[in-house]
């Protein structure tokens, strides 16, 4: 089957770091740009990081950058999110998204919960 | 950074009525436009590319319409599955890429 599976959520600390992962199944990952996508509670979907199919270019929100480092296994199968310094403003369930070829996010994972609190 | 907004933040209607949902850019996207149906724990579903394409698997009763800044998504006749918030996402011009504040459809 044809998906996307994130792990390594969890409740940490203020300050401290949570590395997400996102394995893909069933398809050629290394031909898709991929991004991280969350939603904290009560609110809508936002858009927090992008890497290109060879992991050369990246972009972040605002929100996040200095802060989060996105990364990539081809080889693996394997998207990553390295998330420094948190914040209690991060916590939201975290999606990983493949991108479509018009730039839509045609498959996403079930989401990982992250909670930020002391 | 382009702003999305949706309107009606929410709409209630009866299954087997139209459902006409709303989405407004603070400048062109051309038609770099998608909409999204996301159900409580489960993942948000691509419905509409590139504006007005069906993704793969979307019943014909959603259709997409627009271009530039104003955008329409028609869902025409409603089914009991297809209560959930929808939420447009936009990339003509970015990074970032943003989504609308969402629209959720409820039933009347």
């Known amino acids: 089957e044809v998906q996307l599976v994130e792990s390594g959520g969890g409740l940490e600390q203020p300050g401290r770091s949570l590395r997400l992962s996102c394995a893909a199944s069933?398809?050629?990952?290394?031909?898709?740009?991929m991004s991280w996508v969350r939603q904290a509670p009560g609110k809508g979907l936002e858009w927090v990081s992008y890497i290109s199919k060879t992991g050369t270019i990246k972009y972040y929100a605002d929100s996040v950058k200095g802060r989060f480092t996105i990364s990539r296994d081809n080889a693996k199968k394997s998207l990553f999110l390295q998330m420094d310094s948190l914040r209690a403003e991060d916590t939201a369930v975290y999606y990983c998204?493949?991108?479509?070829?018009?730039?839509?996010?045609?498959?996403w994972g079930q989401g990982t919960l992250v909670t930020v609190s002391s | 950074e382009i702003v999305l907004t949706q309107s009606p933040a929410t709409l209630s209607l009866s299954p087997g009525e139209r459902a006409t949902l709303s989405c407004r850019a603070s400048?062109?996207?051309?038609?770099?436009l998608a909409w999204y149906q996301h159900k409580p724990g489960l993942a948000p579903r691509l419905l509409i590319f590139d504006a007005s394409n069906r993704a793969t698997g979307i019943p014909a009763r959603f259709s997409g319409s627009g271009s530039g800044t104003d955008f329409t998504l028609t869902i025409s006749s409603l089914e009991p599955e297809d209560f959930a918030v929808y939420y447009c996402q936009q990339r003509g011009d970015w990074p970032p890429y943003t989504f609308g504040q969402g629209t959720k459809l409820d039933i009347k």
């Open positions: 998204a493949r991108e479509g070829d018009f730039s839509d996010f045609d498959l």
């Open positions: 400048q062109s996207v051309g038609t770099f």
């Open positions: 069933e398809f050629t990952f290394s031909r898709y740009e």
